[in-house]
């Protein structure tokens, strides 16, 4: 009885190992939207899976969201996929870290309220 006892236990305990495991690997497609040129932060990263945002909002052309200007016009076929933004949307002498702060909220908040779905508040994008 006692020898049962105790592979039940383990087999409880091997169980919840790999349980807890898999859930640790299973967070790999968690992303974050994180730019380098925000060296301090007044809010958390933004949590975003790429897949799944993509999948809800149909969206199959990076460049929608990765897009590429050239003279001001957008380029149909060329994204900054692996790019972040600040690598061109540069700041300039008398800029301040919100300049790139609003130019995130034009490209995400700006589509959310242009398409009347996800998220548009402060908190609803950056959890505490």
Do not use: W
């Not at 974050?32 to 809010?43: G, W």
């Not at 957008?74 to 994204?79: A, G, I, Q």
């Not at 870290?97 to 996800?118: D, E, F, R, T, W």
Request: glycine share 6%; proline share 5%.
């Amino acid at each position: 009885m006692k020898k049962r006892t105790m592979i039940i236990y383990a087999v409880i305990l091997l169980t919840g190992c790999m349980i807890a495991v898999m859930s640790g690997y299973s967070q790999e497609d968690v992303t974050t939207v994180e730019d380098s040129a925000f060296e301090n932060k007044m809010r958390p990263a933004v949590p975003f899976l790429h897949d799944q945002h993509n999948e809800m909002a149909e969206i199959d052309d990076c460049n929608v969201c990765h897009h590429v200007y050239e003279d001001g016009k957008p380029v149909e076929d060329d994204s900054s996929e692996g790019q972040e933004c600040s690598e061109c949307h540069t700041f300039n002498k008398g800029d301040t870290p919100m300049s790139l702060v609003n130019i995130y909220h034009l490209q995400c908040k700006g589509c959310h309220q242009k398409k009347k779905a996800g998220p548009i508040m402060c908190s609803e994008c950056h959890p505490r």
